[in-house]
């Protein structure tokens, strides 16, 4: 990958989606970062004029000439903050609503019309590539390359709940879609997580064993088992996720606490899990949770040269 790699992509992209005429574009008198300033203001209602600028990080004479266009076409309001009497909240009037509506409108419109030319067998890659370059260009903690939407949730807005009707599947499909698209795993990893969860759907004490989901807006975003293991008095973590479009709001903290609290108040001494070195983010939050290394070992898995890690911890010890 280099410096050219990625201006290249950056030329091809806007030529894709129209950027460098982005008013002719959606057939509006608007700039790419006047639509973007119309829609921060429709998803934020009440935004000062510095989260504006520190969100799209934008030049601030830059910003107060489009806020006054916008005034001046009576798209916008400004006053006082609430919060801070020194700074200026700006509020979409009734005609900025609709405008910023209208705006939205036509861009699903064009980016629907360029979907519609994409294969629907290829449509669940390119989404995964697009969640890899978020993740990776993101530079969180936990990976974090999330949509506007999830960026404004909070960790509290997160419920973990049981699984209902569909879950289970879901927990295998996602393993394998985003460990394919993030670590290249082949198919032996699907069929891994298959039998780890057709084991627990088919026979699995309820008071010693239990699986969560992680549900943010109405939706699926991560999951985590703690299943019985071989050695007395001790479970076991299993297939910790959290999707890449929530990553951010501690969500694998959130889990793996769950599991944790689960098996000590169950009356597990220990609680184990296996993972591969690769897997840095989910490695951090173990070590959070107070999870010690106690082994590792190369193998070859999933079509990789990896290196495999046994991490324990022990439930007497509270942290």
Known sequence: M???????????????????????????????TESRVLYELAHSPRTDAADLRTELSLDAGYLSRILNRFEQDGLVERAPSERDPRRRQVTLTVRGRETAALLAERADESVGALLATVPEADRPRLAEALHTVRTILSGDTEGSGGSDDVRRSRPEDVVLRDPGP????????????????????NADYEGLVARIVADFAEDHDPHLERVWIAELDGRPVGCVMCVRDDAPGTARLRLLLVEPDARGLRIGDQLVAAVVEFAR????????LWTNDILGAARRIYQRHGFVLSAEKPHRSFGQDLVGQDWRLDLHQRQ
Request: glycine share 8%.
């Open 2 to 32: 280099t410096v050219q790699d990625i201006r290249a992509f950056n030329r091809f992209y806007t030529n894709v989606i129209g950027a460098l005429d982005y008013s002719r574009h959606l057939y509006a008198p608007f700039t790419l």
């Open 166 to 185: 569909g879950d289970l599947g879901w927990i295998v499909q996602r393993n394998a879609a985003l460990y394919a698209a993030e670590y290249d795993f």
């Open 265 to 272: 108040g169950v009356g597990y001494r220990d609680l184990v």
